[in-house]
């Protein structure tokens, strides 16, 4: 298969995709790498029906990345996730609505452009998380304990788009990562970026059956196939706070293995007619030839994901 993936600066030395990408090549793929906002594309060359099998992103949120993989997606490409989907949990205030809309356990949220609107909710609703709408990675996420706080928290950091607001939901000061990979489940437990003094480290814990579901319930809202969502267990059951494309998949056991399987099922099955699909990926990883994996990564330069120039920019 022959794929492009678009990896923003930021990404460019991460783990997940770049691990992801030597694997696809290590088994005989093509994969081109673009890098939006980093070179000069001529968009009727770079996105062009017929010269990938599926596009794939892996950018921060309110980046240039999801602009030309919605392009790919008008002219009829096949994306990862899909572009639809993606922008659906980017934009955080949309991703409330639409979590809401299909009865997820989240917060109530509210919405502004200035961090001092928020002195209108209740008190009683008090403390409050306010993050940008558009943030990824925990960025400019913060803990206002009153209202008389809410100037003080200021919007460092968090750019100059929509901010949202919701209830803090008491936990334990730890937030539950569940990851899915194409249907399969993986959970892991983490110290919550609102509580970093409290010790602990990312570890894998097991994935209740209640957790599980709300986690498959997600992926069919929102309509994503490699997904993470956040979670935090308060008082009345677990409540999801955040749910990301592509994310890290930390601790999930052979991960790069996975997530490459799962994008090369997602693209085969993305270029069949429905009802059609059938052939070497329609099977999942488990039952896969790579299963269970002791895979070995290529050596390969940082900078080079095919031996072929990639499109539209330098690997």
């Excluded at 009683?124 to 943030?135: I, N, Q, R, S």
Aim: charged content about 20%.
């Amino acid at each position: 298969m022959r794929l492009c993936f678009l990896v923003e600066e930021q990404y460019r030395h991460d783990g997940m995709p770049v691990n992801v990408i030597r694997q696809l090549t290590a088994w005989g793929h093509r994969v081109d790498v673009v890098r939006p906002g980093s070179s000069l594309l001529r968009l009727s060359e770079t996105v062009r029906a017929g010269d990938h099998d599926a596009w794939v992103l892996k950018t921060v949120s309110g980046g240039p990345g999801l602009t030309l993989l919605e392009a790919a997606a008008t002219i009829g490409l096949t994306t990862v996730n899909d572009a639809r989907a993606i922008r659906g949990v980017r934009d955080k205030a949309l991703a409330a609505v639409i979590a809401e809309r299909h009865g997820l356990p989240v917060p109530v949220t509210y919405a502004a452009a200035r961090p001092e609107e928020f002195a209108e909710i209740p008190a009683a609703e008090y403390p409050l998380v306010v993050k940008p709408a558009d943030g990824s990675s925990g960025r400019a996420v913060r803990l206002v304990p009153t209202p008389g706080e809410l100037v003080a928290s200021g919007r460092e950091g968090a750019g100059e788009g929509m901010l949202i607001a919701q209830p803090y939901v008491p936990n334990a000061g730890v937030d539950l990562k569940v990851y899915c990979v194409d249907g399969e489940f993986f959970a892991t437990e983490r110290c919550s970026p609102l509580h970093p003094d409290r010790p602990g480290r990312e570890r894998q814990v097991p994935l209740t059956a209640e957790v599980a579901a709300i986690a498959a319930e997600v992926g069919a809202a929102f309509g994503l196939d490699l997904y993470g969502l956040d979670v935090v267990l308060g008082p009345d059951g677990p409540v999801v706070v955040d749910v990301n494309d592509f994310p890290s998949f930390r601790q999930v056991p052979d991960a790069v293995a996975r997530v490459a399987w799962a994008v090369l099922r997602l693209a085969h099955a993305g270029t069949q007619a429905p009802g059609t699909a059938s052939g070497p990926y329609t099977s999942s990883f488990a039952s896969s030839p790579y299963a269970p994996s002791a895979l070995d990564l290529p050596n390969l330069p940082a900078e080079s994901a095919s031996a072929s120039a990639p499109v539209g920019g330098t690997a």
